[in-house]
Each structure stands twice: as structure tokens, then as C-alpha cells.
């Protein structure tokens, strides 16, 4: 029997959803800043690829010129992102991709899974309570099943051109050859408190003194391109099998609190590829299409929401002033933020393990649904949100109390035939949970396994004893706030923008962001991605540093609106249609960019 049907009885059951104990909100970001650096993209006629990092890009554009497909560029780019930016994703973790082909949009699914042993009180202490998130993340528990290479891998017999091996090649000269640490890697690496820890990755990422390699340090990972030579050769099962699936198990089950990952979670692990969510959104008189990603990922439905919301409470005045989001905008903004994470909370799960609200996850993103919460934005914050009820039945279970969520990288190519990819991945954790994974101690270096069990609500249950629908269980996919997004023009079917962005659970803020600007603001891909951050998590709402006039606050407190400054380190990356062809941006707060014809 499916978990879902297992459950559907308690899912069902009459009740009202009511407030948890939340942990105590965390504000440190995903990834610290290393500065501010606006980028120009061009105009690119024929095809193009943005990255979080210029290799990357490099990989990818190369892959293009060689008569490859966007997803050919995507999987070249994403094998070097592991490579030179691995306190953001690799082999090691998951990924979502989204693939358009004319007016066909796919979802491929590759979020890592629990391991068959896991069990939902994997989080908690000795007295039942949830464990400190630093500590969390350090454990063995929190590694889950890596299912990235094994999904790039199926959607590559799919819409793939060039030979799997050919893909693999640029991330492999790099490894062999050395590349020059940056800025970003050296100030990341610096900072973090933990991963000098592990000691292959002390003696991969630092000096015989224990500080991080210097800018333009020239590193060269050899273990990174001898298992990237056996998934060239063998494809996903010499990651997933053999001598790198045992050296990944004997690394998770080390102290502290070894881990439950085994040789069959790796060999058994299989991608999914699902149905896109795609949701119907009227901009400056266009009808567009935006597609993102279905669960396991909350991030297209709370994306969809915000902006749902957002277009039934428009007001008359101009949403910007100065140039910045005015404090009318930024209000509505972060209500509509408030229930969108209300939601999310409540209901947003592995779609294998729990059913959605109404039978449809649709049921969340419904025009009537968005039309009877947009009600509830006024022009006084709300003293409480509360999920609604989009569904005829009420749900059983307990909303997941707020908690930190970190790491990611985004890739987004479009190729000369037209097709689209969206590509975000992640380990989680910046530098995942801090083991790296070596099958040979005389040879440097290695990749980072993931922390991405920390994703599931560390408190399986409330204090009524109703599980969490995000809760820890074998095989399932912890929720994510990864949102892909992929626009289709409504008329032709056409993609006309790719995008994402890294950012933890702030994503979702992002990717919202992103689209507003350019879709109802009218706005260039790199103005829009210039535009100042904010984000609403559910714990108040959180504007970029440095970016907005200090008395934006005292404008929106008067509206009841919770706010203060923090530094909002996104990563985000978008491609843009225009007349003349193709325009795009990489994220200023990082070292990403875009190149084509």
C-alpha cells in the first residue's frame, strides 16, 4: 500500500489547524556575502547559459557551440559547480529541474531521499526535544540519499545531444588542472565554523595553519575527476554502487551521531519525473504561464501564491518610489508572504507520503482559493495568519514549526532550437554536513556530502501528538523551498524567461521578486535582480541591508507590518526573451554570469 493511502485516513479526518510552539527563529543566511558586483549580461541572439560561477557558465556555453541541447549545458555546468563551488551543491546532493520543449514542460525530480532506517525522532534529544540546528546539520542523520547524477542522468536520455562522457570533460581538465579559489569560496570557507572538523576537508580546503587557501590559490581536486571518470564511464552506478557508494556510507556513519545511509539506499534510489505546476498570471495586459516545480518543492506554489495574492490587493498608487519598492508594496508583499508560509506549513509534503488539500495540489494556487485569502491582506498587518482550507475537508496535521534552511545553486540555459532549462540544486547546508568523501586518502581532495534530512521539521509531532506532514520517514523527500521557474508566453506556448535563485527558504522571496519586477514592473533582467531583497518567513518581515532608506521601517511599523534590516544573500540567475533575442543577468551579491551568441 502507497504511504499516501496509509495515511489519507488521518489526513482526512475533521479538525482545526492550530499554532505550534515555533523554534526560535534563526536568522543567519545560507550563505554569508563576499560582496556586491553589478554584472552585464548582452544581448545573446541564439542561445545562452547563466551560472553561479564564470567556469560553470564556460562548461555550459561550450556544450552549446558543440551542437549540444540546454540540458547538455545544464549537466556540463552543474558537474563544475560542484567543483569550484562546493559549499553550494555537487555530486553529493540533490537537484529539480525543469525542461520545456515548445509548450511541453517536464519535471525531473532528483531531491536526495531517507534512508530505509530513518526514523521521525532522528532530531530529538533525550528528553524529546528537537536538537540545536547546528548540531543537526553535523550529524550523520542528516544525510540523505544524493539522487542529483542519477536524475541529470535520466533527463539526459531524454532531450541529451551529445554522449554523457562529452558533458563531464570540462569538470574533469578543471579537477586535474586546478582552478583559482575566489573571493566568495575564500570568505565562505574562512568563516565557517565547522568544516575544518572533517579532517579530509581540512586538509583539501586550508593551509597546514588551518586558514582557508588565498584568493587565487590554484586547487586541484584529483579524487573529484577520478569519480567523475567512473560516472563518465559507468553513468549513475558508479556513484550509486561500488567503491564511492561505500566510501559515501562509511563517511555518514561516522561520528558525531552516525548516520543511517547504506549500500541499498544508494543502489535502489530512482529519480521522478512529475507533472510541472503550472499556474495561469495576467501582467501590464499579458496572459503568461509560469511553471515551476510541484512537491516535494513548496517553492512554485508559495511563489504563485505571493503573486496571486499580490495581483487581487493592486492598488491604484504606484507600487515604486524612488525607484525602490514604495511601503505599500513592501506591506502587501509581506502578508501575502505570511499566508502563503502558513500554507506551506501546513500542507506541503512529499507528494508520495501525503495527499494534497482537495485532491489537486491546483487546490492551493486556484483563483477562487487566492481570491477568498486575498481578503485577508488590509492595511493593518494580520495580529495572526492561519493556513486556509482549500480543500471541503479539514487537514489532521500539525503545522511545521519554523526552522532554518540554507544552501543551493541555480543554472537556467536556453539553446538555439528554443528548449528551456531550469536547474536548482543544492546540499543544503553551506558545505553541506561537512563530511567529504574520499576513496583514496593519498589522493586530494573529494566532494561534500549533503545535510538535506534537515529539511524535514525536526519535531516530528506537536504537543497533541499530530504528525507533521514534513515529518522524517523512510524513502521520503524532505520539502524544499527550490523553485525552478520556467514563463511561458500563454498565447504561443513559448518559454520567454528561465530563472531561480539559491537562498534557502528565502527563495521563494527571490523567485517572487524577480518575476514581479519583470513581468508587472516592466523591468530589464538585471535592473530586476539589482532591485533590493526582502523576504517574509513567517517571523517578520526581513529587507536587505544597505538598500532601503532607514525610515521604510517606521513606514511600514505604522501599518503593524513587523521589519528590520538583514543582509539577504540571494543567488539569483535569469534568461529573458526579447525582440532581438535573448537578454540576462547573474546575481550581483555573487560571482555568477551569462554567456551565448
Not at 114 to 122: F, Y
Not at 249 to 267: F, H, I, K, N, T
Amino acid at each position: 500500500m502507497k504511504p499516501v493511502l496509509r495515511l489519507s485516513t488521518l489526513l482526512l479526518l475533521a479538525g482545526c489547524a492550530v499554532p505550534t510552539r515555533a523554534l526560535p527563529p534563526v536568522e543567519v543566511q545560507p550563505e554569508a556575502a563576499s560582496g556586491y558586483q553589478l554584472r552585464t549580461g548582452g544581448l545573446l541572439a541564439r542561445q545562452a547559459v547563466v551560472a553561479a560561477h564564470p567556469l560553470a557558465a564556460e562548461a555550459g556555453l561550450q556544450m552549446l557551440r558543440a551542437g549540444g541541447s540546454a540540458l547538455d549545458a545544464a549537466i556540463a555546468a552543474q558537474m563544475v559547480l560542484g567543483l569550484v563551488e562546493p559549499q553550494s551543491s555537487g555530486i553529493g546532493g540533490g537537484a529539480f529541474l525543469l525542461h520545456a520543449q515548445g509548450s511541453r514542460v517536464q519535471a525531473f525530480d532528483g531531491r536526495e531521499t531517507a534512508p530505509v532506517r530513518a526514523r521521525p525522532e532522528a532530531f530529538l534529544d533525550t528528553q524529546g526535544r528537537p536538537m540545536a540546528f547546528s548540531e543537526a546539520v553535523l550529524s550523520g542523520q542528516a544525510v540523505g540519499v544524493p539522487g542529483a547524477v542519477r536524475m541529470l542522468e535520466a533527463a539526459h536520455r531524454q532531450h541529451g545531444r551529445l554522449p554523457w562522457a562529452r558533458l563531464l570533460a570540462p569538470a574533469i581538465a578543471l579537477a586535474d588542472a586546478g582552478y583559482p579559489v575566489s573571493h566568495r569560496l575564500h570568505t565562505l570557507l574562512q568563516a565557517d565554523p565547522h568544516l575544518r572538523i572533517d579532517p579530509v576537508a581540512r586538509g583539501f580546503f586550508y593551509t597546514p595553519e588551518g586558514q582557508a587557501w588565498p584568493v587565487g590559490h590554484v586547487l586541484r581536486n584529483p579524487e573529484y575527476a577520478q569519480v567523475l571518470r567512473r560516472i563518465a564511464q559507468d553513468g549513475s552506478r558508479a556513484l550509486h554502487e561500488g567503491q564511492v557508494a561505500q566510501a559515501m556510507v562509511e563517511r555518514a556513519a561516522r561520528p558525531p551521531q552516525p548516520g543511517a545511509l547504506s549500500l541499498d539506499d544508494l543502489r535502489q534510489y530512482q529519480p521522478r519525473e512529475r507533472a510541472a505546476l503550472c499556474v495561469d498570471h495576467q501582467a501590464a495586459g499579458q496572459a503568461w504561464r509560469l511553471c515551476g516545480f510541484p512537491p516535494p518543492s513548496s517553492g512554485h506554489i508559495a511563489v504563485a501564491q505571493i503573486l496571486g495574492l499580490l495581483r487581487q490587493t493592486q492598488a491604484q498608487g504606484s507600487e515604486q518610489e524612488a525607484g525602490l519598492p514604495s511601503a505599500d508594496w513592501l506591506h502587501r508583499f509581506s502578508e501575502a508572504s505570511r499566508l502563503a508560509m502558513a500554507d506551506r506549513a501546513q500542507y506541503v509534503a512529499d507528494p508520495d507520503f501525503v495527499a494534497p488539500p482537495g485532491g489537486d495540489w491546483q487546490s492551493l494556487v486556484a483563483p477562487d482559493y487566492l481570491r477568498e485569502r486575498s481578503r485577508l491582506i488590509g492595511p493593518r498587518a494580520l495580529q495572526e495568519v492561519m493556513p486556509g482550507h482549500p480543500g471541503a475537508q479539514r487537514s489532521a496535521f500539525a503545522p511545521m514549526p519554523t526552522q532554518p534552511e540554507f544552501g543551493t545553486s541555480h543554472i537556467s540555459v536556453i539553446d538555439a532550437q528554443g528548449r528551456a532549462v531550469a536547474l536548482t540544486s543544492s546540499i543544503e547546508s553551506a558545505f553541506g554536513g561537512r563530511r567529504m568523501v574520499t576513496t583514496d586518502a593519498s589522493r586530494p581532495g573529494g566532494f561534500l556530502l549533503n545535510n538535506q534530512l534537515t529539511d524535514f521539521s525536526l519535531t516530528p509531532a506537536d504537543a497533541l501528538g499530530r504528525p507533521v506532514a514534513n515529518r522524517l520517514e523512510p524513502g521520503k523527500r524532505p520539502r524544499s523551498s527550490m523553485s525552478p521557474t520556467l514563463v511561458m508566453d500563454a498565447a504561443s506556448g513559448q518559454p520567454v524567461m528561465s530563472l531561480g535563485s539559491a537562498g534557502g527558504a528565502y527563495i521563494i522571496a527571490y523567485t517572487a521578486k524577480a518575476l514581479w519586477a519583470t513581468l508587472h514592473w516592466g523591468l530589464p533582467a538585471r535592473e530586476a535582480l539589482d532591485l533590493p531583497n526582502l523576504g517574509q518567513l513567517g517571523t517578520g518581515l526581513r529587507l536587505e541591508a544597505g538598500r532601503f532608506p532607514a525610515a521604510i521601517l517606521e513606514a511600514l511599523r505604522s501599518r503593524g507590518t513587523e521589519a528590520s534590516f538583514l543582509p539577504l544573500t540571494s543567488g539569483t540567475q535569469l534568461l529573458q526573451r526579447s525582440p532581438a533575442g535573448w537578454t540576462g543577468a547573474a546575481d550581483p551579491r555573487r560571482e555568477g554570469q551569462v554567456l551565448g551568441d
